[in-house]
């Protein structure tokens, strides 16, 4: 399954998430996202999909791929959907367009940003 939607900048460059795509993928305030840089977009992961997924390692590596997911660069879910991207990684201004895309592999969705040049 893919999907695409275009996400509105907020003032401060933080991303605004709308409330269907807060929902579709389960994320609720406080929810932590790691972010990988890409050659043209930002990749994303869930930490509640990840920790899901640690269940299937082995227990004396559990920690190394946990550790993995926490030493990259991490946003967190505003109450009101607001997602701050952290600093150099994508950097947004109020009126930028961009897109999300959301792909699921099996139980867990990996989403990407990308910004829309006019």
């Given at each position: 399954?893919?999907?695409?939607?275009?996400?509105?900048?907020?003032?401060?460059?933080?991303?605004?998430?709308?409330?269907?795509?807060?929902?579709?993928?389960?994320?609720?305030?406080?929810?932590?996202?790691?972010?990988f840089?890409?050659?043209?977009?930002?990749?994303?992961?869930?930490?509640?999909?990840?920790?899901?997924?640690?269940?299937?390692?082995?227990?004396?590596?559990?920690?190394?791929?946990?550790?993995?997911?926490?030493?990259?660069?991490?946003?967190?879910?505003?109450?009101?959907?607001?997602l701050?991207?952290?600093?150099?990684?994508?950097?947004?201004?109020?009126?930028?367009?961009?897109?999300?895309?959301?792909?699921?592999?099996?139980?867990?969705?990996?989403?990407f940003?990308?910004?829309?040049?006019d």
């Open positions: 399954m893919r999907e695409q939607v275009e996400i509105n900048v907020g003032p401060d460059g933080e991303i605004l998430l709308p409330f269907q795509v807060r929902e579709a993928l389960g994320l609720r305030a406080g929810e932590l996202l790691c972010v840089r890409q050659a043209l977009s930002l990749r994303l992961e869930i930490y509640s999909e990840f920790l899901a997924d640690a269940d299937a390692v082995l227990p004396q590596y559990r920690w190394r791929y946990l550790e993995a997911f926490l030493s990259r660069p991490l946003a967190s879910v505003g109450e009101e959907g607001d701050n991207v952290p600093p150099g990684l994508l950097p947004l201004r109020k009126g930028d367009r961009v897109i999300l895309e959301t792909v699921r592999r099996g139980l867990c969705h990996e989403l940003l990308y910004r829309v040049e």
